[in-house]
Structure formats: structure tokens, C-alpha cells
């Protein structure tokens, strides 16, 4: 299974964008990264995820490397209530509608007033 | 509000006891995972259904067990309850293999 890496905290001040990195570097072609956050022992939220191209949704954007060995989640303007411990994950065993998501320790952001 | 729901939202039981916990998933999603999330451990991955049948396992006990229904509600039976049992469990739901996962707020149990 493809690791990744994360700082294990993060400060950002509210208003500003947080850029939160993430390293995979043994990621295979087939591979994608996805973004999950858990606010306080709730549910972990899906964010956002990619294959190759950077992409865009509602919440964030996801920057990946030209070589895919790391990736950025950018949240464009952070509030208090993005406060919350960030996952990246690469997404393994696609095929026969498998596709357990495996759950490193994650980045704790905290974003500050 | 993920679609995902859990319940009980809270459980209260002693050691050797056997529980059941529930989860319906979205609308239209086919597959069901169960995590168990304790402070010492993390997210752990225990098991995924598909359309009924099961289709990958992780770090799951002997003592648990889970099954799909054909109404694809999932039930995650844990028995011979241990104080390391003590945990938040969380269902997730996908359309498929490859769609995104979207959790419950999960189960929080406590052994005692």
C-alpha cells in the first residue's frame, strides 16, 4: 500500500489560505489522493480527490506534482470552523468494487483568530 | 448532513456483553465499510461490503462480525465486549469502489 506523510500540526490565521502538503512517493500510476477531514471525533468529510490533474471543488483545491510524489490541499480562505485534523490518503485495491480507504494520523490544523 | 446514519448515537455495556450496531447508507450507495476509531489507534479499517457480499477485510476481531441486508443496511455485531472494545465506530457508504467514501457520525461505545 502506497504511505503518505504529513506534518503532524498546522497553524494558519482565519482569512488566510492553508496549504497543507502531503508526500506519497511510492503512489502508483493508478493510484489517486484523496482529502478527508475529521472535526472532533465526528464523521470523517470527504473533500476532494485526484488522479494526476489539480482540481477544484467547493471547498478546496488539490495540487498534485508532476511526478505525483506529493501533493497540496489548499483551503482558499480558512475559518475557525475549518479547525480539524486533515487526512491524506491514497486509495488502493480499485478493482471488484473494493476501495477501503487506509487512514494515516493526519494533520491538525488549527486556525487561529 | 453526509446521508449515512448510525445508530445508536451512544452505548453503554459491560465486559462479555454482545452488541449491535446499525448503519443505512445513502440512497443508492452499494457498499458499506465499518471503521473503529480509538484514541490509541486511529481510524482502523474493519470490513466492506458490496451489494451484499463482503469484499475486503482489515484489522478485524474474531469476536465481530458484520453483514449486509438486501435492503443494504449494514449491522456490525461485536461480542465477548473488552475495555479495549471502547470506541467510536463509524459506517461509510460509496456508490462503488471507486466513488468517495461518506461517513456516519458514528457509534460511540463504551465498556465497562
Known amino acids: 500500500d502506497a504511505k503518505t506523510t504529513q506534518p503532524p500540526s498546522m497553524d494558519c490565521a482565519e482569512g488566510r489560505a492553508a496549504n497543507l502538503p502531503c508526500n506519497h512517493s511510492?503512489?502508483?500510476?493508478?493510484?489517486?489522493v484523496y482529502w478527508y477531514r475529521q472535526i472532533h471525533s465526528q464523521g470523517p468529510q470527504y473533500i476532494i480527490h485526484?488522479?494526476?490533474n489539480n482540481e477544484t471543488n467547493e471547498m478546496a483545491s488539490l495540487i498534485i506534482t508532476e511526478d505525483r510524489k506529493s501533493s497540496t490541499l489548499i483551503l482558499p480562505h480558512a475559518t475557525l470552523r475549518d479547525t480539524a485534523v486533515y487526512y491524506c490518503?491514497?486509495?488502493?485495491?480499485?478493482?471488484?468494487?473494493?476501495?477501503?480507504?487506509?487512514f494515516g494520523q493526519g494533520t491538525t490544523l488549527q486556525v487561529k483568530p | 448532513d453526509s446521508g449515512v446514519t448510525q445508530t445508536p448515537k451512544h452505548l453503554i455495556t459491560a465486559t462479555g456483553q454482545r452488541v449491535t450496531l446499525r448503519c443505512s447508507p445513502r440512497?443508492?450507495?452499494?457498499?458499506v465499510y465499518w471503521y473503529q476509531q480509538s484514541l490509541d489507534q486511529g481510524l482502523q479499517f474493519l470490513i466492506q461490503?458490496?451489494?451484499?457480499?463482503?469484499?475486503a477485510k482489515g484489522n478485524i476481531l474474531e469476536r465481530f462480525s458484520a453483514q449486509q441486508f438486501p435492503d443494504l443496511h449494514s449491522e456490525l455485531n461485536l461480542s465477548s465486549l473488552e475495555l479495549g472494545d471502547s470506541a467510536l465506530y463509524f459506517c461509510?457508504?460509496?456508490?462503488?469502489?471507486?466513488?468517495?467514501?461518506?461517513f456516519g457520525n458514528g457509534t460511540r461505545l463504551t465498556v465497562t
Open positions: 461490503y458490496y451489494n451484499g457480499e463482503e469484499r
Open positions: 485526484g488522479l494526476k
Open positions: 490518503i491514497v486509495r488502493v485495491e480499485w478493482s471488484g468494487n473494493t476501495g477501503k480507504l487506509i
Open positions: 511510492t503512489i502508483s500510476g493508478n493510484e489517486y
Open positions: 440512497s443508492g450507495d452499494l457498499s
Open positions: 461509510a457508504s460509496s456508490f462503488t469502489g471507486e466513488s468517495p467514501l461518506h
